[in-house]
Protein backbone atom coordinates (compact mmCIF):
# COMPACT_ATOMS: atom_id res chain seq x y z
CA UNK A 1 0.00 0.00 0.00
CA UNK A 2 1.22 3.51 -1.02
CA UNK A 3 2.64 5.26 2.22
CA UNK A 4 1.36 8.61 3.23
CA UNK A 5 3.78 11.48 3.35
CA UNK A 6 5.46 12.59 7.29
CA UNK A 7 5.06 15.44 8.26
CA UNK A 8 7.87 18.40 7.92
CA UNK A 9 10.35 18.63 10.80
CA UNK A 10 9.76 20.12 13.94
CA UNK A 11 11.67 23.07 13.59
CA UNK A 12 10.16 26.05 15.34
CA UNK A 13 10.74 26.85 19.00
CA UNK A 14 6.79 26.31 20.14
CA UNK A 15 6.49 23.30 17.68
CA UNK A 16 9.07 21.87 19.48
CA UNK A 17 7.40 22.58 22.56
CA UNK A 18 4.24 21.50 21.82
CA UNK A 19 5.77 17.94 20.44
CA UNK A 20 7.97 17.54 23.82
CA UNK A 21 4.77 18.77 26.16
CA UNK A 22 2.23 16.07 25.05
CA UNK A 23 4.82 13.05 24.08
CA UNK A 24 4.87 11.60 27.40
CA UNK A 25 5.67 8.58 26.85
CA UNK A 26 9.04 9.38 24.62
CA UNK A 27 10.36 10.14 28.16
CA UNK A 28 9.62 6.76 29.84
CA UNK A 29 12.39 5.27 32.15
CA UNK A 30 12.93 2.53 28.87
CA UNK A 31 15.16 4.78 27.17
CA UNK A 32 18.83 3.94 26.40
CA UNK A 33 18.29 0.64 28.40
CA UNK A 34 19.74 -1.49 25.54
CA UNK A 35 20.07 -4.28 27.76
CA UNK A 36 16.52 -4.39 29.09
CA UNK A 37 14.86 -7.54 27.40
CA UNK A 38 11.55 -6.25 24.82
CA UNK A 39 8.09 -6.05 26.40
CA UNK A 40 5.56 -8.03 24.04
CA UNK A 41 2.40 -5.80 23.87
CA UNK A 42 -0.40 -8.28 22.15
CA UNK A 43 -2.75 -5.60 20.48
CA UNK A 44 -6.37 -6.70 18.97
CA UNK A 45 -7.27 -3.21 15.87
CA UNK A 46 -7.90 -2.15 12.75
CA UNK A 47 -5.49 -2.94 10.08
CA UNK A 48 -2.51 -0.35 10.40
CA UNK A 49 -2.56 0.80 14.13
CA UNK A 50 0.34 -1.48 15.04
CA UNK A 51 2.57 -0.56 12.15
CA UNK A 52 5.69 1.32 12.53
CA UNK A 53 4.59 4.77 11.44
CA UNK A 54 2.37 4.38 14.41
CA UNK A 55 4.11 2.76 17.60
CA UNK A 56 7.55 2.60 16.28
CA UNK A 57 8.89 5.61 18.20
CA UNK A 58 7.14 4.40 21.16
CA UNK A 59 8.62 0.95 20.40
CA UNK A 60 12.47 2.37 20.11
CA UNK A 61 12.13 4.12 23.51
CA UNK A 62 9.97 2.33 25.51
CA UNK A 63 11.58 -1.28 24.51
CA UNK A 64 8.17 -2.47 23.99
CA UNK A 65 7.37 -4.51 20.74
CA UNK A 66 3.91 -4.46 19.35
CA UNK A 67 2.01 -7.61 18.27
CA UNK A 68 -1.15 -6.97 16.45
CA UNK A 69 -3.66 -9.09 15.45
CA UNK A 70 -5.71 -7.21 12.66
CA UNK A 71 -9.60 -7.66 12.07
CA UNK A 72 -12.50 -5.87 10.30
CA UNK A 73 -16.12 -5.24 11.89
CA UNK A 74 -16.86 -4.55 15.57
CA UNK A 75 -18.72 -8.19 14.99
CA UNK A 76 -15.19 -9.91 14.16
CA UNK A 77 -13.23 -7.81 16.81
CA UNK A 78 -16.13 -9.49 19.46
CA UNK A 79 -15.79 -13.15 18.26
CA UNK A 80 -11.96 -12.80 18.26
CA UNK A 81 -12.17 -11.97 22.01
CA UNK A 82 -14.54 -14.13 22.83
CA UNK A 83 -12.63 -17.07 21.56
CA UNK A 84 -9.51 -15.95 23.30
CA UNK A 85 -8.23 -16.73 27.25
CA UNK A 86 -8.89 -13.45 29.23
CA UNK A 87 -5.39 -11.51 29.44
CA UNK A 88 -4.83 -12.76 25.72
CA UNK A 89 -5.32 -9.01 24.53
CA UNK A 90 -3.35 -6.15 25.89
CA UNK A 91 -4.74 -3.14 24.08
CA UNK A 92 -8.01 -2.89 22.19
CA UNK A 93 -8.71 -0.90 19.59
CA UNK A 94 -12.82 -1.01 19.41
CA UNK A 95 -14.96 1.41 17.26
CA UNK A 96 -16.95 3.42 19.66
CA UNK A 97 -20.63 1.47 19.51
CA UNK A 98 -19.13 -2.08 20.35
CA UNK A 99 -17.39 -0.74 23.53
CA UNK A 100 -21.00 -1.34 25.58
CA UNK A 101 -20.67 -4.58 24.47
CA UNK A 102 -16.94 -5.17 25.94
CA UNK A 103 -18.14 -3.61 29.02
CA UNK A 104 -20.92 -6.17 29.65
CA UNK A 105 -18.93 -9.35 28.52
CA UNK A 106 -16.38 -8.39 30.63
CA UNK A 107 -13.08 -8.02 28.28
CA UNK A 108 -12.18 -5.00 29.25
CA UNK A 109 -10.35 -3.14 32.29
CA UNK A 110 -11.84 0.42 33.64
CA UNK A 111 -9.86 3.28 33.41
CA UNK A 112 -8.81 6.55 35.13
CA UNK A 113 -10.03 9.26 33.71
CA UNK A 114 -7.17 11.66 35.76
CA UNK A 115 -4.86 10.02 33.33
CA UNK A 116 -6.43 11.05 30.05
CA UNK A 117 -6.44 14.56 28.90
CA UNK A 118 -10.54 15.08 28.57
CA UNK A 119 -10.13 18.94 28.79
CA UNK A 120 -8.28 18.93 25.76
CA UNK A 121 -10.90 17.43 23.48
CA UNK A 122 -12.07 18.97 20.41
CA UNK A 123 -15.40 18.81 20.96
CA UNK A 124 -17.58 18.33 24.70
CA UNK A 125 -18.97 15.23 23.34
CA UNK A 126 -15.77 13.40 23.16
CA UNK A 127 -14.74 14.01 27.02
CA UNK A 128 -17.90 11.74 28.45
CA UNK A 129 -18.07 9.94 24.42
CA UNK A 130 -21.59 7.84 24.75
CA UNK A 131 -20.87 4.48 25.63
CA UNK A 132 -17.12 4.61 26.23
CA UNK A 133 -18.53 5.43 30.30
CA UNK A 134 -20.09 3.26 33.24
CA UNK A 135 -21.95 5.49 35.09
CA UNK A 136 -18.44 7.55 35.84
CA UNK A 137 -16.20 5.35 35.27
CA UNK A 138 -14.28 5.43 32.38
CA UNK A 139 -13.75 2.32 30.14
CA UNK A 140 -12.26 3.29 26.93
CA UNK A 141 -10.64 6.11 25.54
CA UNK A 142 -11.66 8.08 22.16
CA UNK A 143 -8.00 8.59 19.94
CA UNK A 144 -9.59 9.34 16.30
CA UNK A 145 -12.40 9.57 14.15
CA UNK A 146 -13.67 10.36 10.36
CA UNK A 147 -17.08 10.35 8.06
CA UNK A 148 -18.86 7.85 6.27
CA UNK A 149 -20.72 9.40 3.47
CA UNK A 150 -20.62 9.42 -0.53
CA UNK A 151 -17.24 8.03 -2.13
CA UNK A 152 -17.17 8.10 -6.03
CA UNK A 153 -14.73 8.29 -8.70
CA UNK A 154 -14.83 12.11 -10.09
CA UNK A 155 -14.97 10.68 -13.37
CA UNK A 156 -18.10 8.87 -13.20
CA UNK A 157 -20.06 10.98 -10.73
CA UNK A 158 -20.46 14.80 -10.20
CA UNK A 159 -20.10 16.55 -7.40
CA UNK A 160 -23.51 18.20 -7.61
CA UNK A 161 -24.73 14.12 -7.89
CA UNK A 162 -22.87 12.94 -5.04
CA UNK A 163 -24.55 15.78 -2.33
CA UNK A 164 -26.89 12.34 -2.34
CA UNK A 165 -26.72 9.09 -1.78
CA UNK A 166 -29.35 8.93 -4.81
CA UNK A 167 -26.09 8.69 -7.03
CA UNK A 168 -25.55 4.97 -5.91
CA UNK A 169 -28.68 3.94 -8.46
CA UNK A 170 -27.10 6.02 -11.21
CA UNK A 171 -27.86 3.48 -14.53
CA UNK A 172 -24.21 4.35 -15.24
CA UNK A 173 -22.80 2.83 -12.47
CA UNK A 174 -24.62 -0.70 -13.11
CA UNK A 175 -22.20 -3.15 -12.00
CA UNK A 176 -19.84 -0.61 -10.45
CA UNK A 177 -20.85 0.27 -7.47
CA UNK A 178 -19.15 -1.57 -4.41
CA UNK A 179 -19.61 -2.46 -0.73
CA UNK A 180 -17.61 -2.31 2.15
CA UNK A 181 -17.94 -5.60 3.76
CA UNK A 182 -20.14 -4.91 7.22
CA UNK A 183 -23.79 -3.99 7.33
CA UNK A 184 -23.51 -1.25 10.15
CA UNK A 185 -22.21 1.48 7.69
CA UNK A 186 -24.18 0.85 4.52
CA UNK A 187 -27.85 0.21 6.46
CA UNK A 188 -26.68 3.31 7.96
CA UNK A 189 -26.43 5.06 5.10
CA UNK A 190 -29.21 3.48 3.26
CA UNK A 191 -31.55 4.94 6.57
CA UNK A 192 -30.24 8.44 6.16
CA UNK A 193 -31.06 8.15 2.62
CA UNK A 194 -35.28 6.90 4.00
CA UNK A 195 -34.57 10.35 5.65
CA UNK A 196 -34.70 9.45 9.36
CA UNK A 197 -32.13 11.45 10.43
CA UNK A 198 -31.06 11.39 14.10
CA UNK A 199 -33.68 7.91 14.06
CA UNK A 200 -31.44 6.45 11.81
CA UNK A 201 -30.88 3.34 14.35
CA UNK A 202 -34.08 3.19 16.44
CA UNK A 203 -35.90 1.93 13.64
CA UNK A 204 -39.78 0.19 14.65
CA UNK A 205 -40.42 -2.59 12.10
CA UNK A 206 -42.43 -0.47 9.64
CA UNK A 207 -38.94 1.92 9.01
CA UNK A 208 -36.48 -1.67 9.42
CA UNK A 209 -38.81 -2.98 6.57
CA UNK A 210 -37.96 0.02 4.25
CA UNK A 211 -34.64 -0.31 5.04
CA UNK A 212 -34.24 -3.49 4.02
CA UNK A 213 -36.35 -2.57 0.80
CA UNK A 214 -34.40 0.42 -0.37
CA UNK A 215 -30.66 -1.74 0.50
CA UNK A 216 -32.31 -4.47 -1.98
CA UNK A 217 -33.04 -2.04 -4.41
CA UNK A 218 -29.99 -1.24 -4.73
CA UNK A 219 -28.16 -4.79 -5.07
CA UNK A 220 -28.44 -4.38 -9.19
CA UNK A 221 -25.97 -1.81 -9.10
CA UNK A 222 -23.28 -3.91 -6.97
CA UNK A 223 -20.64 -5.18 -8.17
CA UNK A 224 -18.82 -6.73 -5.58
CA UNK A 225 -18.47 -7.04 -1.43
CA UNK A 226 -14.82 -6.25 -0.46
CA UNK A 227 -12.79 -6.18 2.91
CA UNK A 228 -10.12 -3.26 2.94
CA UNK A 229 -7.91 -3.75 0.77
CA UNK A 230 -10.58 -4.82 -1.97
CA UNK A 231 -12.22 -1.65 -1.34
CA UNK A 232 -9.04 0.10 -2.03
CA UNK A 233 -8.39 -1.71 -4.88
CA UNK A 234 -11.50 -1.59 -6.16
CA UNK A 235 -11.60 2.58 -6.62
CA UNK A 236 -7.74 2.71 -7.47
CA UNK A 237 -8.37 0.05 -10.60
CA UNK A 238 -11.64 2.10 -11.24
CA UNK A 239 -13.36 -1.70 -11.28
CA UNK A 240 -15.77 0.63 -8.22
CA UNK A 241 -16.83 3.55 -9.52
CA UNK A 242 -18.33 4.40 -6.07
CA UNK A 243 -18.39 2.75 -2.42
CA UNK A 244 -20.91 2.18 -0.40
CA UNK A 245 -20.15 2.63 3.31
CA UNK A 246 -16.65 3.77 3.61
CA UNK A 247 -15.97 7.92 3.16
CA UNK A 248 -12.00 9.63 3.18
CA UNK A 249 -10.88 7.04 5.48
CA UNK A 250 -10.10 4.92 2.30
CA UNK A 251 -10.67 7.75 -0.65
CA UNK A 252 -7.99 10.10 1.19
CA UNK A 253 -4.76 7.61 0.81
CA UNK A 254 -5.62 7.36 -3.01
CA UNK A 255 -6.60 11.15 -3.46
CA UNK A 256 -3.17 11.82 -2.07
CA UNK A 257 -1.81 10.05 -4.64
CA UNK A 258 -3.65 11.84 -7.46
CA UNK A 259 -6.34 9.50 -7.94
CA UNK A 260 -9.79 10.99 -9.75
CA UNK A 261 -11.62 10.11 -6.13
CA UNK A 262 -13.33 11.86 -3.65
CA UNK A 263 -15.85 11.36 -0.48
CA UNK A 264 -18.49 13.92 0.48
CA UNK A 265 -20.83 14.45 3.53
CA UNK A 266 -24.26 14.33 1.17
CA UNK A 267 -27.28 16.32 2.10
CA UNK A 268 -29.32 13.31 3.94
CA UNK A 269 -26.11 13.39 6.80
CA UNK A 270 -23.03 11.36 7.33
CA UNK A 271 -21.76 8.94 9.86
CA UNK A 272 -19.06 9.32 12.28
CA UNK A 273 -16.98 6.10 12.85
CA UNK A 274 -14.84 6.82 16.28
CA UNK A 275 -12.05 4.01 17.26
CA UNK A 276 -10.95 4.08 21.01
CA UNK A 277 -8.75 2.22 23.13
CA UNK A 278 -9.21 -0.11 25.80
CA UNK A 279 -7.19 -1.76 28.34
CA UNK A 280 -7.69 -5.77 27.51
CA UNK A 281 -9.11 -7.59 31.10
CA UNK A 282 -6.27 -9.26 32.86
CA UNK A 283 -3.59 -7.74 31.21
CA UNK A 284 -0.19 -7.97 33.00
CA UNK A 285 0.90 -4.78 30.88
CA UNK A 286 -1.93 -2.46 31.65
CA UNK A 287 0.50 0.52 33.06
CA UNK A 288 2.62 0.39 29.43
CA UNK A 289 -0.80 0.20 27.58
CA UNK A 290 -1.87 3.36 29.85
CA UNK A 291 1.40 5.10 28.62
CA UNK A 292 0.71 4.09 24.91
CA UNK A 293 -2.78 5.64 25.03
CA UNK A 294 -1.32 8.66 26.20
CA UNK A 295 1.33 8.92 23.55
CA UNK A 296 -1.21 8.20 21.02
CA UNK A 297 -3.52 11.37 22.78
CA UNK A 298 -0.45 13.35 22.67
CA UNK A 299 0.12 16.36 20.13
CA UNK A 300 2.43 14.00 18.87
CA UNK A 301 0.68 10.99 18.63
CA UNK A 302 -2.49 12.90 17.28
CA UNK A 303 0.01 13.92 14.07
CA UNK A 304 1.08 10.05 13.69
CA UNK A 305 -2.70 9.59 14.07
CA UNK A 306 -3.49 11.61 11.27
CA UNK A 307 -1.20 10.32 8.98
CA UNK A 308 -1.51 6.93 9.19
CA UNK A 309 0.07 5.20 6.30
CA UNK A 310 -2.83 2.07 6.64
CA UNK A 311 -6.09 4.80 6.79
CA UNK A 312 -6.49 8.83 7.70
CA UNK A 313 -8.51 9.88 10.56
CA UNK A 314 -9.19 13.06 12.60
CA UNK A 315 -7.79 14.44 15.36
CA UNK A 316 -9.35 14.61 18.66
CA UNK A 317 -7.44 16.64 21.07
CA UNK A 318 -7.09 20.57 20.33
CA UNK A 319 -3.12 20.11 20.99
CA UNK A 320 -3.17 17.66 17.93
CA UNK A 321 -5.46 19.77 15.90
CA UNK A 322 -2.71 22.87 16.24
CA UNK A 323 0.03 21.02 15.70
CA UNK A 324 -1.27 19.72 12.64
CA UNK A 325 -1.79 22.71 11.18
CA UNK A 326 1.89 23.96 11.84
CA UNK A 327 3.60 20.72 10.57
CA UNK A 328 1.62 19.50 7.72
CA UNK A 329 -0.93 22.26 6.94
CA UNK A 330 -1.59 20.28 3.36
CA UNK A 331 -3.41 17.64 5.47
CA UNK A 332 -4.78 19.56 7.67
CA UNK A 333 -6.23 21.74 4.13
CA UNK A 334 -7.06 18.41 2.71
CA UNK A 335 -8.96 17.08 5.61
CA UNK A 336 -10.57 20.57 6.36
CA UNK A 337 -9.29 20.12 9.87
CA UNK A 338 -8.46 23.89 10.20
CA UNK A 339 -10.07 27.09 12.28
CA UNK A 340 -13.40 27.99 10.14
CA UNK A 341 -13.24 26.10 7.66
CA UNK A 342 -16.93 25.38 6.74
CA UNK A 343 -16.31 21.96 6.25
CA UNK A 344 -14.48 20.99 9.17
CA UNK A 345 -15.53 17.69 11.26
CA UNK A 346 -16.57 19.48 14.42
CA UNK A 347 -18.42 21.94 12.59
CA UNK A 348 -19.95 19.03 10.70
CA UNK A 349 -21.06 17.58 14.04
CA UNK A 350 -22.19 20.52 15.79
CA UNK A 351 -24.63 21.94 13.42
CA UNK A 352 -26.21 18.20 12.99
CA UNK A 353 -24.60 16.60 9.43
CA UNK A 354 -22.90 13.98 11.34
CA UNK A 355 -24.66 11.03 13.52
CA UNK A 356 -22.24 8.87 15.44
CA UNK A 357 -22.12 5.18 14.18
CA UNK A 358 -24.46 2.99 16.74
CA UNK A 359 -26.00 -0.34 16.83
CA UNK A 360 -29.69 -1.11 16.39
CA UNK A 361 -31.63 -0.03 18.90
CA UNK A 362 -34.78 -2.07 17.93
CA UNK A 363 -33.28 -5.15 16.59
CA UNK A 364 -30.28 -6.84 17.53
CA UNK A 365 -26.82 -7.12 15.38
CA UNK A 366 -27.99 -10.69 14.78
CA UNK A 367 -31.22 -9.21 12.69
CA UNK A 368 -29.07 -7.24 10.92
CA UNK A 369 -26.48 -9.29 10.17
CA UNK A 370 -29.26 -12.00 8.74
CA UNK A 371 -30.48 -9.34 6.48
CA UNK A 372 -26.66 -8.73 5.30
CA UNK A 373 -26.53 -12.25 4.28
CA UNK A 374 -29.18 -12.23 2.41
CA UNK A 375 -28.47 -9.17 0.44
CA UNK A 376 -25.50 -10.46 -0.55
CA UNK A 377 -26.60 -13.66 -1.80
CA UNK A 378 -29.53 -12.09 -3.62
Same mark, same amino acid.
Not at 65 to 92: E, H, R
Not at 310 to 336: C, M, Q, S, W
Given at each position: ???????? *???????????????? =???????????????????????? #??? /??? $???????????? $???????? +?????????? *????? +? %???????? %?????????????????? /??????? *?????? !?? #??????????? %???? #????????? =??????????????? !??????VGHFDWHLPTLGQMSLYNGNGAGLWDLDDAAWAKVQETTMSLRPQVGGFFDFGGTFNGLKNGEMLAMVGIGDWITGILEKDGAPVASVIPKEGGIQWTESYCIGKGSE?????????????? *????? &???????? !?????? &?????????VDPKEAARTHQLPGDPMNPITLIDTGRIHYRDIPRQQSLEDWNDFWSEYKNA
Amino acid at each position: MTQRNKAA *PFAATRRQALKLGGAV =ALSAPFVGRAWASTTEINMLAWYG #HGE /PDI $VGAFEEANNVKF $VPKYYAGG +DNMLGLIAQS *PPGTY +D %VILSDAEF %VQQLDAAGYIEPLDAADY /PLDDMLY *PDFQKF !PG #HWSDDTLMSMM %VRFG #HLGVSYNTT =AVSAEEAESYACFWK !PELKGKVGHFDWHLPTLGQMSLYNGNGAGLWDLDDAAWAKVQETTMSLRPQVGGFFDFGGTFNGLKNGEMLAMVGIGDWITGILEKDGAPVASVIPKEGGIQWTESYCIGKGSEKADLVKTFIQYMLS *PEGQV &KSAQMAAY !PGNIVT &KGGFELLGEVDPKEAARTHQLPGDPMNPITLIDTGRIHYRDIPRQQSLEDWNDFWSEYKNA
